[in-house]
């Protein structure tokens, strides 16, 4: 699965790589957590466009997002069968902007962070799928799921699954929505594979990375000897917030 990322790539760097209209100024990241804004690339109208996005997906058709599960990740495997997901496949596919991402490996007592990387040091795009909520005031919510897959034989011993990631040569065939052609749809599924041997490394970090809250580049450092004796930091969840009615975008987005 994935439930925390890291963007420390620079704006002009992520613009460069992913070619949208859009000149946002965001700050790195560390420590992206579920239900914060995140950077997504979508394309609309046959350009590429940026937007910020909750990280939870929550369907059209849902009554009282109170009341719904918080769905961060999708399954590649299940995305046709599940309501919240069948749609958006068809139609709202997008991209993440990301450079890592953390897992937990359960090590008996206790769940032990690493930092996962992409060994070449470029920027990654998660696949994802987007859904705008709207409320029975009015109010409208864009949100996004990151889509996971089977985690490569090198990736497994941390977690069994794993983000889905897109290389640059393939973003227009994963977020062209625009034909309702059953092949449109088959190549861009045929784009949800493991991530190869060798193209992610990793090492254990400091389970103040647990703590939302935290937010500094010493959470992707590799686990020092005095790291690994102190008692790990507790987990603190990020809220889940009300939906908001949504703002005018002027392209600048801001990821507070």
Known sequence: MCGRFVITSSPEALRQLFRYAERPNFPKQHNVAPTQPVPVVIRDNGERHFRLMRW???PSWVKDPRKFTLLINARSDSLLEKPAFKNAVRRRRCLIPADGWYEWQDQGTRKQPFFIYPSDGRPIAFAALAETWAGPNGEELDTVAIITTAASHDLAPLH??????????????????????????????????????????????????????????????????????????????????????ARPDDGQGSLF
């Open 56 to 58: 939870g997906l929550l």
């Open 160 to 245: 069994l699954r794993a983000p889905v990631t897109i290389a640059d040569d393939y973003f227009e065939q994963w977020l062209d929505c625009r034909s309702e052609h059953p092949d449109n749809l088959a190549d861009a599924l045929a784009l949800l594979l493991p991530p190869s041997e060798g193209q992610f490394g990793w090492h254990a970090i400091s389970t103040d990375v647990n703590r939302v809250a935290n937010d500094h580049p010493g959470l992707m450092a590799p686990l020092t000897a005095e790291q690994a004796a102190a008692p790990p930091a507790p987990e603190v969840k990020a809220p889940r917030p009300r939906a908001k009615p």
